[in-house]
């Protein structure tokens, strides 16, 4: 089976320098650099993975993009969850096809993405971001990556500790600049197993976040790390890490939801 690209989808085009070029298809434009251009029409219609000339000489690879891809180039208001701290939240945040999760705030929506690919249609994921603007921008994310916002997605305006009281899921996860406010009042509402996970950019945050897991009385398991991730130069004989490299991005915070004895939910 071939796989084309049709217009209105994404596309990435890769120089032989591994630059990367983010385009929507349409077939009014073309991609231009100061080393020529390439009309879309070229692309539009190609198989994924094809070699393209500029009209200045320049060879580019187009290939649909990676999630990850997207998300490093996608337009953006708030800051993302970078694809290096998405995986850990997937893995360690136990996300898997079939489960309800409530994610905030949606920020950019690079994670609500990410939080729907994992979940699938049999999922749900309900999202939920106090600013128009910025749900305003996670729906175009979503929208350019899916298609359409998928069936199985709710993205909502409102405050992150409403909803998760209300839906109560299984999995919550919250990058935000107060955590510990939203579990403070949601963490005992959740039912048993649940797992919770916070990103959190600095040292208070974390501290904060996980007094407040641990003081519930109704929470285990609380742990805190961070992830490096280090890009190595790798060619011919040089094989090193780079100069370079993001050095701080956010620190996870995860615990899981126990039920006590004498917890009210548990003979619910
Ligand atoms: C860093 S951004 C989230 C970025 C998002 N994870 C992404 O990958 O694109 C944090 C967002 O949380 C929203 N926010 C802060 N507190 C909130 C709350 N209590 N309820 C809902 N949204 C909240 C902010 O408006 C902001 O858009």
Redesign the pocket.
């Known amino acids: 089976m071939t796989d084309r690209f049709a217009a209105g989808e994404s596309c990435l085009l890769v120089d032989r320098q591994g630059r990367r070029f983010l385009l929507t298809l349409d077939p009014e434009r073309s991609f231009s650099t100061h080393a020529g251009t390439i009309p879309h029409t070229a692309i539009i219609g190609a198989e994924n993975g094809q070699m393209f000339e500029s009209t200045g000489g320049s060879r580019y690879v187009a290939v649909r993009p990676r999630l990850a891809d997207y998300i490093l180039k996608m337009k ?1 208001g ?4 970078y694809p290096k701290d998405i995986g850990p939240i997937l893995v360690y945040g136990d996300i898997a096809p079939g489960m309800t999760v409530v994610e ?9 993405t990410a939080l729907a690919r994992a979940v699938g249609p049999t999922g749900r994921i309900v999202s ?4 128009d603007d ?1 749900h305003a921008t ?1 729906t175009k994310t979503l929208e350019e990556w899916f298609g359409q916002v998928p069936d199985h997605v709710e993205l909502r305006v ?4 409403d909803v998760v009281a209300e839906v109560r899921p299984e999995r919550v996860v919250l ?4 955590p510990w ?2 579990f403070d009042e949601t963490v005992s509402l959740l039912p048993g197993g649940a797992v919770v996970v916070a990103y959190v950019p600095t040292v208070i945050q974390v501290q904060q976040t996980v007094e407040s897991l641990r003081s519930s009385g109704v929470c285990s398991d609380v742990t805190a790390f961070e992830v490096l991730h280090r890009e190595w130069h790798a060619h011919g004989r040089s094989i090193r890490p780079k100069h370079e490299m993001v050095a701080h991005t956010g620190f996870l915070v995860v615990g899981r939801r126990y039920l006590r004895l004498d917890d009210p939910d548990e003979e619910e």
Do not use: I, K
């Not at 708030?78 to 969850?81: D, E, H, K, S, T």
């Not at 905030?104 to 609500?112: C, D, I, P, V, Y």
């Not at 939920?128 to 600013?131: G, K």
């Open positions: 953006r708030a800051q993302v969850v905030a705030g949606t920020g950019s929506g690079a994670l609500t939920v971001e106090r600013r910025h996670a409102g405050e992150a500790a990058d935000l600049p107060e406010a939203v």
